[in-house]
T-cell receptor
Framework: DAGITQSPRHKVTETGTPVTLRCHQT?????MYWYRQDPGHGLRLIHY???????DKGEVSDGYSVSRSKTEDFLLTLESATSSQTSVYFC??????????????FGPGTRLTVT | GIQVEQSPPDLILQEGANSTLRCNFS?????LQWFHQNPWGQLINLFY???GTKQNGRLSATTVATERYSLLYISSSQTTDSGVYFC???????????FGAGTRLFVKA
């Protein structure tokens, strides 16, 4: 299994508070991604990173920011959490070399509840 | 952007039965993956298959890129195959991946 961890695994927070989720990888992969999964939906891309300090928006980026200061860590921040951001958040990684480049591997997920 | 449609949305099988899951996409792609999300929420890689055919045990997949579809075959299904199967595609080298809504499979003992 790809070495991907997410923290925290579960979090309950109040509307209006800032929240930061962490994704940590031990695979030295170049690309990292944040997705959210809501009931009845597949996963939707929030932001992705293609290198240290290089990030770009995905499909549902409003209300989220990201940072990547080291290859191994990708942080997702909700500046002021809203109830609509209650979801399960998944981090993914992928490489860029060889067969299967860009094949994504997923972390275990973080369940976030905003009350 | 690319649209991804998976069918059927739900499937109930008796243990031992075979099934075919389909993924249609609206534009050319250079990345396509199949995932299984188990009842505990874990996403498991099944196939990375932007074109061609692959097999892994009881599972196989075929992608016909020119006709914009991919098929996932499950043979001799087991209760542990239950969960949701997702197709995910990209035409930007893996960035901006779009997931289908999934096929929910339940295998009865």
């Amino acid at each position: 299994d790809a070495g991907i961890t997410q923290s925290p695994r579960h979090k309950v927070t109040e509307t209006g508070t800032p929240v930061t989720l962490r994704c940590h990888q031990t695979e030295n992969h170049r690309y990292m991604y944040w997705y959210r999964q809501d009931p009845g939906h597949g996963l939707r891309l929030i932001h992705y990173s293609y290198g240290v300090k290089d990030t770009d928006k995905g499909e549902v980026s409003d209300g989220y920011s990201v940072s990547r200061s080291k290859t191994e860590d990708f942080l997702l921040t909700l500046e002021s959490a809203t109830s609509s951001q209650t979801s399960v958040y998944f981090c993914a990684i992928s490489g860029d070399k060889g067969q299967g480049a860009h094949e994504q591997y997923f972390g275990p997920g973080t369940r976030l509840t905003v009350t | 952007g690319i649209q991804v449609e998976q069918s059927p949305p739900d499937l109930i099988l008796q243990e031992g039965a075979n099934s075919t899951l389909r993924c249609n996409f609206s534009d050319s792609v250079n990345n396509l993956q199949w995932f299984h999300q188990n009842p505990w929420g874990q996403l498991i890689n099944l196939f990375y298959i932007p074109s061609g055919t692959k097999q892994n045990g009881r599972l196989s997949a075929t992608t016909v890129a020119t006709e914009r579809y991919s098929l996932l075959y499950i043979s001799s299904s087991q209760t542990t195959d239950s969960g949701v199967y997702f197709c995910a595609v990209s035409n930007t080298g893996g960035f901006k991946t779009i997931f289908g809504a999934g096929t929910r499979l339940f295998v009865k003992a």
